[in-house]
């Protein structure tokens, strides 16, 4: 089992940067694929990025390709995503997620644990 708490969300002015940080607990965090995904009003969720255990291996959505960048620590039990030239249309809750079958899947229901959300506001 494995607990996340995501934070560094804020407003921040287009063309701005974030990190966010999401912290685990428990255990196996260091042997489950991580995701990044998030959700804005009105809207579906969307994939945005995941990273294998062992953070050899990353994959991002066409949306934020060039412009974040995912990352871990297995020893501090952290996964950070550095948003950089942000833009209104990134605005949204992100959560980070778990998956404890080591899958590198863009698909929410293939995690099986999942943050609180933290709120990530750019204006134009």
């Known amino acids: 089992q494995v607990q996340l708490v995501e934070s560094g969300g804020g407003l921040v002015q287009a063309g701005g940067s974030l990190r966010l940080s999401c912290a685990a607990s428990?255990?196996?965090?260091?042997?489950?694929?991580m995701g990044w995904f998030r959700q804005a009003p009105g809207k579906e969720g969307e994939f945005v990025a995941h990273?294998?255990?062992?953070?050899?291996?990353?994959y991002y959505a066409d949306s934020v390709k060039g412009r974040f960048t995912i990352s871990r620590d297995n020893a501090k039990k952290l996964m950070l995503l550095q948003m950089n030239s942000l833009k209104p249309e990134d605005t949204a809750v992100y959560y980070c997620?778990?998956?404890?079958?080591?899958?590198?899947?863009?698909?929410?229901?293939?995690?099986?644990?999942w943050g609180q959300g933290t709120q990530v506001t750019v204006s134009s």
């Open positions: 997620a778990g998956d404890g079958a080591q899958r590198t899947s863009r698909w929410w229901y293939d995690y099986d644990y």
């Open positions: 428990g255990r196996t965090f260091s042997s489950y694929t």
């Open positions: 990273i294998t255990w062992s953070g050899d291996i990353t």
